[in-house]
């Protein structure tokens, strides 16, 4: 769990968490399954907030969430 400024470092975290086994890592947004890239996450991402976002294996899923924080 952590707080991220940079989509480059969420993404980079992500794929290191989520790539432990043997299996392929997937990106799931919507039941939309693709592989991978800093690319798209930031096109899901954009211009959205309360989204989610799960890089997903065999064995592991790893959850992304983008929200908007107020103080």
Request: aromatic share 8%; glycine share 6%.
């Amino acid at each position: 769990m952590g707080v991220y400024s940079s989509i480059r470092a969420v993404h980079r975290d992500a794929l290191k968490l989520a790539n432990r086994g043997h299996s392929n890592v997937y990106m799931t947004h919507n039941d939309i399954v693709g592989a991978p890239s800093l690319t798209s996450l930031r096109n899901v991402f954009k211009g959205k907030c309360n989204v989610d976002v799960k890089y997903r294996t065999n064995s592991t899923s790893i959850r992304i969430y983008k929200t908007k924080l107020k103080e």
